[in-house]
T-cell receptor
Framework: EAEVAQSPRYKITEKSQAVAFWCDPISGHATLYWYRQILGQGPELLVQFQDESVVDDSQLPKDRFSAERLKGVDSTLKIQPAELGDSAMYLC???????????????FGPGTRLTVT | SQQGEEDPQALSIQEGENATMNCSYKTSINNLQWYRQNSGRGLVHLILIRSNEREKHSGRLRVTLDTSKKSSSLLITASRAADTASYFCATDSGSRLTFGEGTQLTVNP
C-alpha cells in the first residue's frame, strides 16, 4: 500500500540553527500539507500546496519558516533559525479528491519529531 | 486555531466494552472526519461523514453527525487493546481541515 514518506524521523538541533524536513507524498496526489503538532494537541496546518503552488500558508510563521514543492511532487519544510518553541511533531499529508464531491481524506506520514535545545 | 473540541479528553475502558467520543464544532462544515493516532506516529483516516449524512458505519465504528447541534460522535464497539490511541475529529469548512485536541482512549486487556 502506498505511503507518505518523511525524513528524518527524529531531529535534535540547537536553537538558532537551521533545520529541514522532507516529504514524499503518495504518487499522484496533487495536494500536500505540512502540519505542526504540539504534544497533547491536534495538528495545525502550516502550509498547503496544490501541485507546486501554495494555496494556504496563512498559519506559517514566514519570518523563520519556508516551504517549497518545486516540481509538484516532494516537498521541503525549513526552519531558520530554530527556536525552543518549535519543538513539536511535523507531519506531512497528501490527498486526492474523494468521491468526486470535493470531500477528501488525508494520508499522513509518520512525522518528524523535532527537539530544539 | 482548533475548531473541534473532543469530549472526554481521556477515556479508559476494559476490552470488549464500547467507547464513545464526542466532538463539537463552531462553524458550518462540508464534512467531518475522524482520525486515529497511535503514540508518536502519524494519523490514520477512519471515516468521513458529509454534512448531509446523519450516520455512517465502518466495521466496528459508528459515526453520527448532528449539524443542528454542531456535534458528532464516534462509537467503537467491542473494543480491543489495539484500539488504544488518540482519536481526533477534523472539520472541513471548505478551505482546510481543522483538528480538535483529541480524546486519548486506553483499552485495558
Amino acid at each position: 500500500e502506498a505511503e507518505v514518506a518523511q525524513s528524518p524521523r527524529y531531529k535534535i538541533t540547537e536553537k538558532s540553527q537551521a533545520v529541514a524536513f522532507w516529504c514524499d507524498p503518495i504518487s499522484g496526489h496533487a495536494t500536500l500539507y505540512w502540519y505542526r503538532q504540539i504534544l497533547g494537541q491536534g495538528p495545525e496546518l502550516l502550509v498547503q500546496f496544490q501541485d507546486e503552488s501554495v494555496v494556504d500558508d496563512s498559519q506559517l510563521p514566514k519570518d523563520r519558516f519556508s516551504a517549497e514543492r518545486l516540481k509538484g511532487v516532494d516537498s521541503t519544510l525549513k526552519i531558520q533559525p530554530a527556536e525552543l518553541g518549535d519543538s513539536a511533531m511535523y507531519l506531512c499529508a497528501s490527498s486526492s479528491i474523494y468521491g468526486g464531491t470535493g470531500s477528501y481524506e488525508q494520508y499522513f506520514g509518520p512525522g518528524t519529531r523535532l527537539t530544539v535545545t | 486555531s482548533q475548531q473541534g473540541e473532543e469530549d472526554p479528553q481521556a477515556l479508559s475502558i476494559q476490552e470488549g466494552e464500547n467507547a464513545t467520543m464526542n466532538c463539537s464544532y463552531k462553524t458550518s462544515i462540508n464534512n467531518l472526519q475522524w482520525y486515529r493516532q497511535n503514540s508518536g506516529r502519524g494519523l490514520v483516516h477512519l471515516i468521513l461523514i458529509r454534512s448531509n449524512e446523519r450516520e455512517k458505519h465502518s466495521g466496528r465504528l459508528r459515526v453520527t453527525l448532528d449539524t443542528s447541534k454542531k456535534s458528532s460522535s464516534l462509537l467503537i464497539t467491542a473494543s480491543r487493546a489495539a484500539d488504544t490511541a488518540s482519536y481526533f475529529c477534523a472539520t472541513d469548512s471548505g478551505s482546510r481541515l481543522t483538528f480538535g485536541e483529541g480524546t486519548q482512549l486506553t483499552v485495558n486487556p
